[in-house]
């Protein structure tokens, strides 16, 4: 079956300009993850929804960072107003439960450059 | 907090030679551990998780790991690297929150195979 998806796998913005980023989990997971990762660096956590609950946001850098998954399944996040240090790798993870054994999948990645 | 250090931003092997990256953890309870690795342009892959059914974890593409309570270390290794095994290699403890069981990613290693 198809692994997690994002979309776009690229971006570019300039600073100021409000962004979007779409993630596709594998169908009937519950849980779904977004982390940030900077160059170099390992990915950090960002935000978690268990099914269209987001229980947890507190990762996120500042109220310019908003994550929704209305229906459970497709989850956006959105970046207004972006500034030249949101540039990074932003990662989508789902997972089919809610405990620490279950193995999150990761999707291939945005890439959003803000110049 | 959960946390992980790996050692070493950068390992370099020979092909055939064994390969082996240090992550040593840091928890008051018993963690979930876990590896992954990362090719260029790609989301990142499990490798191996430790779970606490066994202290010898193996994973895919010959890769393991050895749980030390006493070390606080998960070092993940490979008896004979191939160039296939080029890439960025992170170790990870999963930490309950209200954000389910998020990763906690380490800075990561680059593993560089020369022929």
């Known amino acids: 079956g198809a692994g997690v998806s994002q979309s776009p796998r690229y971006k570019v913005a300039k600073r100021g300009q409000d962004v979007a980023l779409r993630c596709d989990p594998i169908?009937?997971?519950?849980?779904l993850f977004w982390y940030q990762q900077a160059l170099g660096q390992g990915p950090e956590f960002l935000t978690y929804?268990?099914?269209?609950?987001?229980?947890?946001k507190s990762g996120l850098p500042s109220d310019r960072f908003f994550a929704e998954r209305p229906e459970g399944s497709v989850s956006t996040l959105k970046i207004q107003r972006t500034q030249q240090e949101d540039s990074a790798v932003y990662l989508c993870?789902?997972?089919?439960?809610?405990?620490?054994?279950?193995?999150?999948?990761f999707g291939p990645g945005t890439r959003l450059t803000v110049t | 907090a959960q946390s992980v250090t790996q050692l070493g931003s950068h390992v370099s092997v020979s092909e055939g030679a064994l390969v082996l990256l240090r992550c040593n953890y840091s928890?008051?309870?018993?963690?979930?551990l876990f590896w992954y690795v990362q090719y260029p342009n790609q989301g990142l892959q499990l490798l191996l998780k430790?779970?606490?059914?066994?202290?010898l974890v193996k994973g895919i593409n010959g890769f393991e790991a050895e749980f030390k309570k006493s070390e606080t270390s998960f070092h993940l290794t490979k008896p004979s690297a191939h160039m296939s095994d080029a890439a960025e290699y992170f170790c990870?403890?999963?930490?309950?929150?209200?954000?389910?069981?998020?990763?906690?990613f380490g800075k990561g290693t680059s593993l560089l195979v020369t022929p």
């Open positions: 993870a789902s997972s089919s439960g809610t405990g620490g054994l279950h193995e999150q999948y």
């Open positions: 169908s009937g997971h519950v849980s």
């Open positions: 929804f268990q099914n269209e609950a987001q229980l947890d």
């Open positions: 928890s008051s309870v018993p963690p979930y």
């Open positions: 430790y779970t606490s059914a066994a202290t």
């Open positions: 990870a403890v999963s930490e309950y929150s209200n954000s389910g069981y998020a990763l906690n």
